[in-house]
Structures are given as structure tokens and as C-alpha cells.
């Protein structure tokens, strides 16, 4: 029975591989192949793949695409990107996925990606991979966004996903309304680049925001009871604001949005209308630990607090997202969140093991590469041994 059942198995998975598809688009459909992404979508098939031939003129195909099936998208020259002139709308549908590799969206802000409503009885998957994009909206409910290794010259908003190694103006993980077929894991940004705010407005799931480089995070909703980090990141803020760097607001009863641990970050910023690093209306737990400033370490609000330091030499450029000075083997000395040298941890975006340099490692030619792992800092004979992984080709 174990071997029959073994079989049928087998026989569903290659029976799923044959009946994918690659379609090709070319400039004036040379070749026999499609002459429009628009007109290879509507000749697809869920689980097909489109493979789209960057112009020889860098110019784009020209049109807005409605997307309403389970595609994968990538360019036909290895390592360049196809241009897309227009608007890309992903009609939403319980298990749909949609996968851009590649794509360029070039330099108009009216031309986003976005998912145009909630989905019913299930989740819509979007996965951006070494894109160039204006902006992303992909907040209905139920759609979960993985985005890696991408370029977004405006905003992020997501309700669910992971977003790693991207560089932003602003990322937000939003809704407006809470999923009803909710996911399996937490929303995750962790190596990012942001000009503006990385920000939580989202209410359906735990937060976790590790290693990234920007000018401040914005805490304005959060999971109930919920469990959420801000760890190893790198807040540098050269003009004044009206809050602190990272803020933590909210509408609700004081602790009713679960707790916050703010540990091993590295702060600096111009003061403004405030001199807090860290400043909650106690919607959450907030504790902060083993965080280093430049700034004298001032709080406002209830935070439980130990092993902060204030006035800290540090060097920070926004160019080339380094910082440099009193943050090294500054952060928690706990085996847990050791370098990847298995040093102490250094405070700021290189310090642990979701290291910056996991993202933004040396140029391998455009290579294959990891866009996530996950391995654990101590094992022990009497625990098993989890690695997860995931990673994408350029």
C-alpha cells in the first residue's frame, strides 16, 4: 500500500511539471514568439512561465497588465531586466501565485504593482525578486509579499511577508482590514535600506524587523498580545523630526498590543521636537536593551529598560550604509545573537546572525544567491537540528 500510494504520488508530480509551459515574448514577436506580455498572459496557463526578451534599445513594452492566473515571469537575456511601461494588476484568487523576476518598471511613479483586492477562501502570493520598481501596494488581505534584492524608488506597502536586502523609500507593513485565512509566519523585514521609515500598521501577525538601515521605525498598530522584535538595526536620522526615532503609538489600552523588545540597535539623529531615541504611548510592553546612541539615551514613556548607552562615538554614512566606531561587541553578549565570527555582537544593521553582509555580500556576477537562512546559534545533543532556507536566481 505504502509503495502504490509512493507511486500515485509520483505520478501527481510529474504530471503537474509536464503540463507547465514557457511562453515567449519578443520585440514584434520575432521568432514566433508573442509580441506583448498582455497577449502571452491571456495564451497562459496556471504554472506557466513567461519569458520576456529585454529590448535591444533598452525601450519598454508598452501596456498594463491584468494578471489572473498562477504565473512566473523572467528575462530571456540572463542577467538584465525586461522594461514594463505601464501598471501591473494582480487579480487576487485563494493559492494564486505570481512570481517577477527581473522585471524594470523604470522611472514613472503613476506605474506600481498591486494586488486590486482582498482575497476569499485562501492567500494570493506575490514574490518580487531583483526587480526595479516605483511602488508596491500589495495590502488587501490575505496576500503575502516576498520581495528580495530589489530597488523601489517610492513606497512598500504590504500586509504579510518577508521583505530582505531591498532598497526603499519608505516600507510599511499595512492593512486596513485583518486576514481571515492568515498565514503561518511572521511579517519580516530584515536587511533593507530605507530613505524614510521602516513602519508597522498591520494588526494580524508578529513583527520582526532585523538588520536593516534606515532613518527610523514607525510602530502604529500591532498584533494583540502579540510578540514582536526590533533587533540589530541601524537608525541614522541627519534631519530633525517630531518624533523619536523609533516610535511606538497606537489607539487601544495601554499594554493591549503585546510586547516589544528593541535590543542591539545603533542610533543617531539630529534632535528636533524631541530628544528621545525611544518614545511609546504604552500600547505595548516596550523593553530596550543593549541599544547604543550617540544621542544621550533618553526615553518617553513606560520602557523597561537595562544596558543602554548614550553618548557613544559612532560614524554613520547613508551612502554606503556602514557605521563604524563605539557599536562593535556593544550589543547582547548572549551566544544568541553572536556575529557571524562568533564574536560578540556588534550593535547596528552587521551585528548578528541576520547579518547585513548576508544580503549585501561582495558581487558574484549576478549569480544565483540566498535571500534567507536561518540557522540556529547553539545546538545541543538533545534538541533537533532546524535550517530554513530560501533564495531566487538573478
Known amino acids: 500500500m505504502k509503495k502504490q500510494l509512493l507511486f500515485m504520488a509520483f505520478v501527481g508530480l510529474f504530471s ?4 507547465a509551459a514557457d511562453l515567449y515574448v519578443r520585440n514584434l514577436g520575432a521568432g514566433g514568439a508573442y509580441s506583448s506580455v498582455s497577449a502571452a498572459i491571456t495564451a497562459a496557463s496556471n504554472g506557466d512561465r513567461i519569458i520576456i526578451q529585454p529590448k535591444s534599445n ?17 528575462s530571456e537575456t540572463i542577467y538584465n531586466k525586461y522594461f514594463i511601461q505601464g501598471s501591473i494588476n494582480i487579480t487576487p484568487s485563494a493559492g494564486r501565485a505570481v512570481t517577477f523576476n527581473n522585471l524594470s518598471s523604470g522611472n514613472f511613479t503613476i506605474y506600481n504593482v498591486t494586488v486590486t483586492g482582498a482575497t476569499t477562501g485562501g492567500r494570493t502570493t506575490v514574490n518580487l525578486y531583483n526587480c526595479y520598481l516605483n511602488n508596491v501596494d500589495t495590502t488587501p488581505a490575505n496576500t503575502t509579499t516576498n520581495m528580495s534584492g530589489s530597488t523601489v524608488l517610492g513606497y512598500v506597502f504590504f500586509s504579510h511577508g518577508r521583505m530582505t536586502g531591498n532598497i526603499v523609500q519608505r516600507m510599511t507593513a499595512y492593512n486596513t482590514s485583518s486576514d481571515t485565512s492568515l498565514a503561518t509566519t511572521d511579517v519580516e523585514i530584515i536587511g533593507n535600506a530605507a530613505s524614510s521609515l521602516i513602519a508597522n500598521q498591520q494588526s494580524s501577525y508578529n513583527f520582526k524587523f532585523y538588520n536593516n538601515f534606515s532613518t527610523g521605525f514607525g510602530i502604529y498598530t500591532t498584533k494583540a498580545g502579540g510578540s514582536n522584535e526590533i533587533i540589530n538595526n541601524t537608525v541614522y536620522e541627519p534631519n530633525g523630526g517630531d518624533v523619536a526615532p523609533i516610535y511606538i503609538t497606537g489607539n487601544g489600552n495601554p499594554g493591549s498590543g503585546g510586547n516589544i523588545a528593541i535590543m542591539n540597535n545603533a542610533i543617531s539623529f539630529v534632535v528636533a521636537q524631541t530628544n528621545a531615541c525611544i518614545q511609546t504611548d504604552g500600547i505595548a510592553n516596550v523593553t530596550a536593551t543593549y541599544n547604543v546612541s550617540t544621542n544621550a539615551f533618553v526615553t518617553e514613556g513606560t520602557i523597561t529598560q537595562t544596558n543602554n548607552t548614550g553618548a557613544v562615538n ?24 553572536t556575529d557571524l565570527d562568533l564574536t560578540r555582537n556588534d550593535a547596528g544593521h552587521y551585528g548578528g546572525s541576520n547579518s547585513w553582509a548576508n544580503y ?3 558581487d558574484s ?30
Request: glycine letters at 10%.
Open 16 to 19: 503537474t511539471f509536464a503540463s
Open 360 to 362: 549585501w555580500g561582495p
Open 58 to 74: 533598452g525601450s519598454a513594452y508598452v501596456e498594463n497588465l491584468t494578471i489572473n492566473k498562477s504565473l512566473t515571469f523572467v
Open 314 to 337: 559612532m560614524s554613520f554614512n547613508n551612502s554606503t550604509y556602514t557605521i563604524t566606531g563605539g557599536n562593535v561587541n556593544a550589543g547582547n553578549p548572549s551566544v544568541l545573537y
Open 365 to 394: 556576477g549576478a549569480m544565483p544567491q540566498i535571500n534567507y537562512l536561518v540557522t540556529p546559534r547553539q545546538i545541543l545533543n538533545t534538541s533537533t537540528l532546524n535550517v530554513t532556507g530560501s533564495g531566487f536566481s538573478k
